[in-house]
Each structure stands twice: as C-alpha cells, then as structure tokens.
C-alpha cells in the first residue's frame, strides 16, 4: 500500500487516496479530428519506469494533485500541485 | 481413559510433562503435554497415519515440524464448527481439543477413496481437461466437486472475533529464530521501534531442535535471556503463533495473529524497514513411494526429539545430500531410536562425520539413493540403489533395509515468500542449490538462513550486522551487539535430490497435490515448458503448500527435462498469503451489519412506526413500500400508485444526491458539465439535465434549481450522489481551476418530502405556511422559499410521477415533524414508497439512469438530438457525440412498449429479437417493465435499435425461452400533454 505526501496534508496512507490516471492530458478543443479526440479519450502512455499521474486526497482535503511514481519500484519521487510543470528528475531515467 | 504415550522420551524437550492434556482423534482419546503441538501429540502417541491425500487418497502422516506441513492438515472441532486444513505442526495442543482426519471415507484407515490411487494412472496431468469435456464438463462436474477439496468447511454462523489492528514501527524483523533473535538485539540496543514475529508458538526457531553454545549458553536459557533482554529494552514487541502473510508496496505487511484463543487478528504494519529472518525449509528427497507415513524432513524428526521429547519412529533410515543430516542422525539415536543406515548421495564424506557415526555403530552408505519403500498403511523397509560415478543412473545391484522411517534431507531452500511478495527477484545459487535474493526496491534487509547462511554462526554474524543496519536506515545510530558461538559446523551439498531410478508415477514431488515425477514430464512432453505454464498444468505448489516443498524439485526436473539450467527456468511468482488464511480474517468486522453501514432517513424511525418495509438501495435502506396499504406487497404498491394518481401521496425522498455550486462562475461550470443550457436558467427556475462522461455516454440526471444569482443546487440520483461530487471537483480542479466557485455536497443536510397528486396543492395550502403554492405563483419547474409548517422551507416544484408535485426540503432533524405534520392534515394522504415512484415514473416515460441506460448509450438515444444540436457551446461529451457512430439511426433508442396480449408478463431484460433472417438477433431489451395500475395493463421501457423510428411496429419479444408479441408505442403512457404536471 502506497504512502503517498498530499502537497496540503502530509503523508497518509493510500486509502485515503483516490487515482485519477495519467495526468498533463489535455483537452483537445471541441473541432478537434476524430483521430486526436480518439487518441485523448483512449491512448495513454502506460510506461515501465515514470508515470505521472493525478490523484485525489478524496478522504482528506479533497484537493487533486500530481505525482511522479515509478511504475516498476512504486516509488514516488516527487508530488506536485495541478497545473504545475512536470518537475525535472535528474538520475531517475525511466526503465 | 487416556492412554500412555508409547513414543515419549522420559525426559527432555520444551514441554510441561506435569501438564498433561486431553484430546481425541478421530474418536480415540489421547493424551499429550503443555508445549506439544497437535502433531507432536499425534507422533507421541504413535498415530502414523493421520490424513488422506488430496488427488490418490493415500495415507499420509506428520511430514515435518513446520509450516511446510503436507501430511499433518486436520480438521478441528471447535465450539465454533469445524475449521479444516489446521496445520496441526504450528498448532498447539489445547484441553480437549476434538481433532479428525480429513479427506477420507469411511476412516483414516480405510478409505474407499485409494481406489483412485491403484488406477492412479488413468488420471494423470491434465485428465480432467481432457476426459471430462465430452459430451459436457457439467455431466461430470457434481462428482468431481464432491471429490475435490481438502476438508469440510463449517456451516453457520462464525462467532470467533476477528479483529484489524494497525501497528507502526522501525523495524519489523520477520521469523524469531536465532537470526530474528540476533537481529532484534542489535536493532533495539540501537534504539529503534522493533517488531519481531514469530509464526510459531514459541520463539527459538531451528535452536529448539539443535545442540548449541551461544554466549556460553545451551539454546534454551539463551532463548530465555534474549528474550528478557529484548522485553527490557522496553522498545520491542514480540508477537508469536503470529504469521507475516502478506508484504505490500511501501513496506506495508499484514501479520495473522493467532496468539489468543477464539479470537482472530489480523495487523497492518507500515515499518520504515524489514528484516526477513524467515529461515529457509528443509527439501525433501524424490525417490519411489517417498509419501508413506514415517518418511519425514530430517531436521524436523530431529526437531520431534529435542523439541518436543517425542521419538517419531522406532527406527528412521536417514537419506542425504549433505552434512546437515548427520546432526539429526546422531541426535535420533542418542534418544533411542534406532537408525540401521545413512544413506548419502555423496561419495566423499568428511572424515569427522564418519567418526562420530562408526562411534555410534552406524553405518555409511555412501554414493547411495533410496530407490523405493514398501509397507502397507505404513512403512516397512526401503530399497538402497548404489549411483554410478557420474549420478545419472543406479547400479543394478540393491537391497532392502527394514526401518519404520525416513528423516531425509535434500539440503535448505531459503523462506523468500515475502521477499518476492515485496517485488524482490531471487537467483539460482549453483553452489548452495537454492534460491537466494537477488534484487528488491523495498527498504528490506535478508539474514541468516534466508540468506543462504545455513550455519548457526554464520547465520548469527549476519543478523546481528543486519538488525543494526536496519536501525540505521531507519535513523538510528548503528550499535551491533556481539554473539559468541562455539559450534562448528559444515553443509558440503551435492546438488542431487531425485532418485534416477524407479517408477516416476510413484515418485512425489508435490506431497499435497499429489503431483509426480511423471505428471512434471508429462508436461513437458506436452510443452508445458514455460515454469509459470508447468505449474498451473501440474498444479504443482498451487495448494495449500505454496511451493515450499514442491518448487525446488520441480524446477530442477523441469530444468533437465528442458535441458536448461535451472536459473534459466527461473522461478514463479509469490503472493500473498504466506498461509491460507479463513476469510473471517481478511474481512475482519466489515461483515454482516458493518459490511456496508446502512444510511437511515431522517425520519428512519416515523417510517418503521409506519409499517414500512424497508430494502437497501445503494447504501440507503428506504421504505419500498407500506404493509398497511394492501394485504400484499403488489396490492400495497398498486394501491400507493393509485392514491397519488387520485388523491395525493407522500414520499420522502431524502436520499436525492444534492449538490450546490456556488461562485461567479457557477452558471459557466454547470454549462460546461450538463447537457442542457444552464446559462438560459433564471433564478428560482429548475431545469432537468443530463450529465455524459467524455465519450459521450449518460452517467446522471436530475434537475438543477438556481437558487440565487450565484448559486445553483443541483440533484443527482440518490446512488449517485457521492461520484457526481467526485466529478464536478475532478473537472473543476483539473480541467478548470480558473473558474471561481465552490462545490459542496449537501446530500445528508435536508429531507426532502415529496407530497404529489392531484390534491396536493390543496393539502400544502392547509398547512400553516407563508409560501404561495398557487399554479401562477409556483408553476411547474419553479422554487419559492418561506417558513412552513414552523420551520424554514424550500419547495421546488418538480415531478417524477407526471402528477403535479412538490418537493419540501427542510433541515434533516425537521423531517420527521413535518411528515408528522403533513400526514394529520389529510386523509387522503398516503405515504409512498420508492416501489410505488418507479411504476408512476415508467408510465410517465420519465428515465431511470442506470436502468434504463447502460455503458453504451449516448445522450441521442434518450431523444435529446434536438437539445444537443441547439446548444452553441462545448460541454463533457459533446465532441464524442459528433462522431458517425454516435449519430447513427441503427443504435438502440428508448421506446415505450406494451405486450400485444394484455395479459403477457413482459419483464425487464427480455430481449426484442429479430425473425427475418437464419440465426435470431438480440435487437435490443426491455429495461424497465411494470404492471401500470392507472392503465390496468403491463407497460415497460426499452431499447431498441432503430426505435424512434419503429413506433406502432409489433416486435418478438424472447424471455425465458417464449416468445410473444408486443407493440412499440412513445415512452410516455400516461399523460402525454402534460396538463395534469402542469396543473
């Protein structure tokens, strides 16, 4: 089980967590192709090594937020808030 | 009367020979002593055969002294029923204990069940897959099941305790052996949180059954002192008969406490470090009938003697691999029991080993197998095959040498369960012949036998090293204590286990699935190759062992069948749990009430005065109907349907999800999220809306009332509540976060009470009140707010039933007043449950989501084209509906249908079927279905392909394997102007 830092609360266990999927997917605005919605609505990126994903602190704060969390150790090497840019991860190549 | 243990030492062993205890088995009654586990008695007392195996139903006795167990699984009678598959090895001896073979038919003894054993060769590998498929697998399937399992469980209700704890600290140290022990000292005297656990009753691990000198101490009053070191050290728990089961990501283990009786426990630990003192488990030795009772592990026959002062057979042949046997050959005689040979498959055996035998009289069978046994029921003698040079075949000469036992050993596999189970790889050790850790990302550290260090003080320089690293990773200064030991010792392996000779049908390397030699080549032959396809195949180590005995030996033959070596055969995967578990364990209290707590009304307590009979729906336990409305339920809920079509009825409907977004940018928010145009919505109106996921689909509706200019109130289905909170937050904090509004779900704050009918305007204008409930003043799709009945109010008016009606929400802890208050005012009132809603929802036509749609359908199936088309902005979902098969005239479309015959039982999942073509065709179902009391016929809802276009065609409806007929008509029955909604 994960034990995940909310960036508002701390660290708590991943029960009080909810997962959200990949995260820094955007929206394609409402004229896009069906081949560029197709790919928003169904293709991800599904690593071995970094995943960057969201989750939500649903039995705390309630605040969505992003991680970086590798998919093969379950490491998580850092937690950022929405919106924020992917934060750069020397020495952590992906796998 | 109890009778004497014939196989008891006089003397010697951990056990209180002034506590004498009763138990019985099968019906005999026995006697053991405080400290015995089941299986010690059973030994004690001279029981040999004590179960039936799983597939041949052969007899089977106590095999080892640990959690390896295959032989020694029994069912035991408690005051709670029968727990079967007890391992009687890790299971301490109770007063009275009502313990039973298990698998077995009439008796232990004889077991109508062997004749699957002496036509064992019609079922080898794979028999069932192949035999059983013709004509069907269902023909056969009632016998097998009954054949299959090991043991019975209880039936009834399970009254033990089963309990969840949590338990945080430094370091967890897995297995209190001398290296749990060592790693325990040097981890505490460092300062860190310990937790050490032991899974058997008592700590100690391989010093109870072994001659040592520790600090100058024999194993005992060492045990002793670390134990009352590490207690005053006031930083340690110490849990025995506790099984770590479970290791999960970020260092999370689950520990099954056994420790009290009758009752359960089961520990969640988040430790900042492990330390896997885990032992590693003695091999057996593959040879020609190796399963008859007698034939047990060499260090666990030795265990028997100094453990528990029990000699388990009058004389044991000790078979070998390496040097760790002798000890137990020594020590077996030195008690009195006689050993008429050691047969080792090494040719060169070092030369203090050979003395201490000749000293003895025992001799040395050097370069030698076990080829076969004999014995009925138990065992009588054994076959002794001389190898050839290279070990790859018996010389033909071989005699028999009578023993009534087997202490063999096949040198020590190290316990790596959990590490695997943390996502640790393990690797082939060539010289050790074992698997060893390799790599792990987990903060955990592997000592002693675990790691390959099968000797005393090797295994106690390691752990004491460890222990303290695992302090200092954890923060804590780094203070390793010093252990002395004076024993010497050697292991010498020779890689040899299976017995190149003899009939591989009879040669057992699974004990508890009864898989052989034979089955493992058939496997192969069959290009099972693949370890992880071998092992569902054989089904070799997936019971109750886990591969602890079985995974080794079948590695390396699969390893020669394939001509691999066997690190490139590699190793399957672990996984929780370590050892079966009762499920009571898992699920702890969350059973029976605490499984999912019900949510009760506000006015929970009006409605069970009122008859109510009450059904969960989703987590709210709700009145579906009134037993005092009609002499049955179907007459109750016709009855309330009618009263609210006639007079007026009172639902409460408190269970509606409802939200309220609040801020400037609310109306742009909820625009963006419903269907509907929510930024035409004026304040006190209410507009319905339909809410899609991104691919277009429906996931809720409801109605959505502006209450001020700034805040909105929207209402979900009651099921649905807590994820469309989930959903707006998702969207606005991810999608959106510049858009400035709060959103609070508000579900549990307001009751609701829906009084509907068409006299409903008249009841409400009774009651005392300041609000205006006239058609002009509070017309359909409206809201006004004002004191009713005494207490703050707001009624919207909307409908669910196609009457004119009017939703009261009022503070939770006012609802059971103000249906009190309602209900006196009128006897034409009737209360109505949510039974009564759906029957006057479906002959309005009205959507039940979830019901009536499913994962597939769009927001066009349900006839909101025109909606969707007028709307200019974006909102979830829209893009998805523009594709070519979201707009296609064939997808499934709600219809209205009733069945041609008026007295046909249509039913909700009945299929519309085609009749043109060869093969039949589902086209579509009905999703709702009901007999309409206001129409005194049967009507339903339904999706059906190409069906807004389909309206007055007779269709085949298929239910149940009939067919009948039925029309397709507009969903809405009743009411189709909407003069009574509008009155």
Known sequence: MLQITCPYCGCRDETEYSFGGESHVSRPAPDAGDAEWSDYLFNRSNPRGIHYERWQHRFGCGRWFNIARDTVSHEIYATYEMGDARPDLPGKADN | MAKRQKNRLAEGGCIDRSKPLAFEFNGRKLQGFAGDTIASALLANGISTVSRSFKYHRPRGVFSAGVEESGGLLTVTSGNGDIPIVRSTLTALAEG??????NCFPSVNFDLGRSLDFSHRLWSTGFYNKTFKWPHWRWYEATIRRLAGLGKLASGEDNTGYFHHNLHCDVLIVGAGP???????????????????????????????????????????????????????????????????????HNVLTIADRSDAGVKRFWKVRTKQVVLATGAIEQPLVFCNNDRPGIMLAASAMAYVHR???????????????????????????????????????????????????????????????????GFRRLSKARIGRLSKDAQTVLPASRWIRCSGIAMSGGFNPTLHLYSQAG?????????ACFLTATCAQQVLVAGAANGRFLLPDALAESVQAGAQAAGNAGFECRPVAISTSVAGSYALQANRISPAGDTHRQWVDWLH??????????????????????????????????????????TLLAGLTDKPIEEVGTTTFRPQFMPLPMGVIAGQRRADFYQPARLLPAHDWHLAKDAVFEDYGAWRRPEYYAGNGKDRAEAIRAEVLSVRRNAGLFDGSPLGKIEVKGPDAGDFLNRIYVNNIQTLKTGHIRYGLMLNENGIIIDDGVCARLEDELYL?????????????????????????????????????????IAGPDSRYILQSIDSDIDFSAESLPHMSLSTGVFAGVDARVQRVSFSGEMSFEISVAAKHGQTVIEHLLASSAHLKPVGIEAILVLRTEKGYLHV???????????????????????TDFVGKRSLLRARDQSAERRQLVGIEAVDKHENLQAGAHFVTTDGAAQRSEGMVTSACYSPTLQRIIGLGMLEKGFARKGETVTVFDAGRTFSARITDPVFYDPAGERLHA
């Open chain 2, 714 to 754: 929207l209402s979900t289905t009651a099921a649905n509540a807590d994820r469309i909170g989930g959903w707006l937050e998702e969207w606005h904090q991810c999608e959106w976060p510049h858009l400035e509004l709060l959103i609070s779900p508000v579900t549990s704050q307001w009751a609701v009470i829906t």
């Open chain 2, 514 to 555: 009864d898989v052989t030699v034979a089955d493992i080549e058939q496997a192969a032959q069959e290009n099972f190759v693949s370890v992880e396809h071998m092992k569902r195949y054989t089904s070799a180590g997936m019971s109750v062992d886990q591969g602890k005995t079985s995974n080794l030996n079948a590695l």
């Open chain 2, 308 to 374: 528990y002062g029990v000699r388990p057979c009058a004389s044991m042949l000790v078979a070998t691999n390496n040097d760790s046997a002798y000890a137990a050959a020594f020590s077996l005689h030195d008690h009195g029991v006689q050993i008429p040979a050691i047969v080792d498959v090494r040719e060169n055996i070092a030369p203090a080993l050979v003395q201490q035998a000749d000293q003895r009289g025992i001799p040395i069978m050097p370069g030698s197998v076990i080829i076969d046994t004999a």
């Open chain 2, 97 to 102: 204990k009502i313990i039973r073979s298990q």
């Open chain 2, 850 to 872: 979830g019901a009536d749609t499913d994962g597939t359908s769009n927001a066009l199936d349900v006839g909101f084209a025109g909606i969707v088309a007028k709307k200019q």
């Open chain 2, 179 to 249: 290296a749990g022990l060592a790693a325990a000292l040097s981890a505490a005297n460092s300062g860190a949180r310990v937790v050490l656990a032991e899974q058997e009753h008592e700590v100690g691990g391989s010093l109870l059954r072994q001659a040592a000198e520790i600090d100058g101490l024999e194993p005992d009053p060492w045990i002793a002192a670390t134990l009352a070191t590490l207690r005053q050290s006031g930083n340690v728990t110490v849990m025995t008969s506790s099984t770590v089961c479970g290791y999960y990501d």
């Open chain 2, 424 to 432: 640790g790889k393990l690797h082939y050790n060539v010289q050790l």
